[in-house]
């Protein structure tokens, strides 16, 4: 029997075909059209996607997926060029095989009148081995132009039948029709995940198809016919708007409405029922097996001695831990790709001083385990990376250190110059992750920071009658704001740095510009300078008007919108606070000067102080302000948006002076 069905699957593959999608032809009307009927500012949008999913069976090499996708997508102007270069990632690594088929590609203008079609010749199909895991198909469309359409239809054909493409009835720009079908044989079950708002129509069928299965030799008729079920699910979506982000947001990819496959289970005659429902500790379990992981953890020759005098001199423990963190951050520079396996080795990456983010990080968890740490890698997904909705080989593409110190849990990623001992990269700062032990076991870890960030500003300044102002202002950054900071300073010189900083204060004037501690990641970041300006001071008849905080004061509210759909993601904690002394000019009396303020919302994520103090010719204010919660749901949208609304009126809020 198990024969048989090996060659019968062979067949249905040959014999059962899906519901074709029949497009009409491409328009004149489609072509002249400058604005799409759903969003009327789309610079581009989707007039269909269509995507089919077939088995196949390869005899001794198993079974493979068939996914058929075809795109038509229109570009209304220059802002959607950018639609005309796909690409398309495919996975190679870990026995699983995957190839793309480009079957056709086509644009179309309008031309003298007339529908130009213009092929997409070989040229214009390129494709890139990105590291030994990922390739990546990219497809250039030819002559684009406003108004183009562009068409094509390509093929990925996958060993891996655990998980289907995901598929996105939803993006950034309109869908007009989306629709994804899967042929699946009765003995194959999967979970089904939809995701986001957007509910498509769904249709459940099966056919029963007539397969004749040849069991002689090659030229025989020995053979037979029966019926076989296979389930035909269909999703279909037609004209959905554009996904918008929303200020302070992660990945909008993870509220994106989209469609979600993992095996469950297989029943093939002739064989026992399996289970194929994984668990994050499964995943994990595998990762670590992979001899580009787990046993390049075992390698330690390669660093001994370097290392050793590398921490001779260390005063203590945390001494130790902190030069080995600083050892392997400029011993290697992370080449900036991504991953949770080795593509040449510690060792290769030791010696060629370079590596991916497993190489780096890796790399540090081997010199901890030597010196006696208690330390482990941390798979996680990055925000760019999203967050996944089941455990799969794809779900992390990324890995930091965990070491255990006095007590708690400390994360550190090796890959950036500028990161602190005790901050991770806000990239890395993503829900969860998992820590994988020694033993191949794991356990879930929280990723998002409980420190808090600080930005203080000491701002002390000198009005005079003609409405100038004179001063002088000291800045502290510390965690996320000092990473951010330091990053900022390896882009643009610290002239161009000062040059931005004056345009965007309002241009003022900086002087005698110093900055402290730009190398010292254990230090915060201090900046002090002189400014000068005469654009903060409005003055009408016998009064001079100014907002306290001058170019500092923010002028609208982020949260804006009437309703929130997704959870606000600050990132980290923070706090904010700014020490202001004023001295106005002698002749004028102070007239009005904002109230005392202070602002909690009902569950404390956030709060803000005013406090304000004056006599004779001096003001003193002291403003706080924090988020005391990385991401806050956005059940409390109303919450936040009242508290900002309150604060900035009163920030907003003008110091009035009068003429004696």
């Given at each position: ?19 074709k999608f029949?497009p009409?032809k491409?328009t004149?009307?489609?072509?002249k059209?400058?604005?799409?009927s ?11 996607r269509?995507?089919?999913v077939?088995f ?16 038509r ?5 220059k802002?959607?060029f950018?639609?005309?270069n ?7 690594g870990?026995?699983i095989?995957?190839?793309?088929e480009?079957i ?13 079609k ?7 199909i390129?494709?890139?081995k990105?590291?030994?895991y ?6 250039i ?12 239809e ?13 598929w ?13 079908t ?9 979970n ?13 069928s099966?056919k029963?198809?007539?397969i004749y299965v040849n ?6 008729a020995v053979?037979?016919?029966f019926?076989?079920?296979?389930n035909v699910?269909e999703?279909?979506c037609?004209?959905v ?5 929303e200020?302070y947001i ?5 509220y994106t ?13 002739g064989?026992f029922?399996k ?5 994050w ?12 992981f ?30 080995t ?8 520079k992370?080449n900036n790709?991504?991953?949770?396996l ?7 990456a030791y010696?060629?001083q ?15 385990r030597?010196?006696g ?7 996680l ?15 992390f593409?990324?890995?930091i ?7 708690k ?7 950036e ?10 990239r890395d ?10 033993d191949?076991t ?6 998002m920071?409980?420190?808090f960030?600080?930005?203080?500003i000491n701002?002390?300044y ?39 900083q004056?345009?965007s204060?309002n241009?003022v004037?900086i ?27 409005e ?17 609208q509210?982020?949260f ?9 993601d ?11 002394s ?5 002749g004028y ?20 102080r ?17 988020i ?12 936040i948006?009242?508290?900002?609304s309150k604060?900035?009126?009163h ?10």
């Amino acid at each position: 029997m198990r024969i048989y069905f090996v060659l019968f699957l062979f067949l249905i593959s040959i014999l059962l075909n899906a519901q074709k999608f029949e497009p009409e032809k491409v328009t004149f009307e489609m072509l002249k059209a400058s604005k799409n009927s759903i969003d009327t500012t789309a610079v581009a949008a989707i007039l269909y996607r269509v995507g089919v999913v077939n088995f196949n069976y390869l005899g001794d090499k198993g079974f493979e997926t068939v996914t058929t996708i075809k795109t038509r997508m229109k570009i209304y102007s220059k802002q959607g060029f950018d639609y005309a270069n796909q690409k398309i990632l495919y996975y190679v690594g870990n026995n699983i095989v995957e190839k793309i088929e480009i079957i056709n590609a086509f644009t179309y203008n309008l031309k003298n009148g007339n529908i130009e079609k213009i092929k997409l010749k070989s040229d214009g199909i390129f494709d890139e081995k990105l590291n030994k895991y990922w390739g990546r198909k990219q497809i250039i469309f030819p002559n684009i132009s406003e108004g183009s359409i562009i068409e094509f239809e390509y093929k990925l054909t996958s060993s891996d039948i655990v998980e289907f493409k995901n598929w996105k009835f939803q993006s950034e720009i309109p869908q007009h029709y989306s629709s994804f079908t899967t042929i699946v044989p009765e003995y194959y079950k999967y979970n089904t995940k939809l995701k986001g708002s957007i509910e498509p129509k769904i249709k459940y069928s099966d056919k029963n198809t007539s397969i004749y299965v040849n069991s002689g030799s090659a030229g025989g008729a020995v053979g037979y016919s029966f019926d076989c079920k296979m389930n035909v699910s269909e999703y279909q979506c037609e004209n959905v708007p554009p996904i918008e982000a929303e200020v302070y947001i992660n990945n909008i990819d993870n509220y994106t409405s989209g469609l979600y496959h993992e095996l469950a289970s297989t029943h093939v005659p002739g064989n026992f029922p399996k289970d194929y429902s994984t668990t994050w500790e499964s995943v994990c379990k595998t990762i670590f097996e992979n001899k580009d992981f787990g046993k390049e953890l075992e390698e330690r020759g390669f660093f001994e001695n370097e290392l050793k005098r590398r921490v001779l001199n260390a005063e203590s423990e945390l001494d130790i831990l902190y030069k080995t963190f600083q050892f392997v951050k400029e011993k290697i520079k992370w080449n900036n790709t991504f991953g949770y396996l080795c593509d040449d080795g510690l060792k290769n990456a030791y010696a060629n001083q370079k590596g991916n983010v497993a190489e780096v990080n890796l790399t540090l968890i081997a010199m901890l385990r030597y010196i006696g740490f208690d330390a482990n890698p941390v798979l996680l997904s990055t925000r760019a990376n999203g967050i996944s909705i089941f455990p799969t080989r794809t779900s992390f593409n990324y890995v930091i250190a965990a070491v255990e110190f006095d007590g708690k849990t400390i994360l550190l990623d090796a890959t950036e110059k500028h990161a602190a001992f005790d901050a991770i990269p806000f990239r890395d700062l993503n829900s969860f992750g998992r820590l994988v032990k020694k033993d191949g076991t794991s356990e879930e870890i929280n990723l998002m920071p409980t420190t808090f960030s600080s930005k203080n500003i000491n701002l002390l300044y000198k009005i005079d009658e003609k409405g100038n102002v004179n001063g002088s202002i000291r800045t502290q950054l510390s965690e996320q704001f000092a990473f951010s900071f330091r990053e900022q300073l390896t882009l643009i010189s610290k002239e161009d740095y000062i040059t931005s900083q004056e345009n965007s204060y309002n241009n003022v004037e900086i002087l005698d510009y110093k900055l402290e501690n730009l190398d010292d990641l254990s230090k915060p970041i201090i900046e002090n300078y002189n400014f000068k300006s005469n654009n903060e001071i409005e003055i009408i008849g016998n009064k001079i008007f100014f907002n306290p905080t001058l170019f500092f004061k923010n002028n609208q509210n982020p949260f804006y919108q009437e309703t929130r759909d997704f959870p606000i993601d600050f990132g980290f904690p923070f706090s904010k606070r700014f020490i202001i002394s004023i001295e106005i000019p002698g002749g004028y009396k102070i007239e009005h000067i904002p109230q005392q303020l202070n602002i909690t919302t009902p569950n404390k994520l956030a709060n803000f102080r005013f406090n304000i103090s004056a006599a004779d010719l001096k003001i003193q204010i002291v403003i706080n302000y924090s988020i005391n919660s990385a991401v806050i749901p956005e059940e409390l949208y109303n919450e936040i948006k009242d508290f900002f609304s309150k604060m900035i009126i009163h920030e907003n809020e003008k110091i009035v002076l009068k003429k004696l």
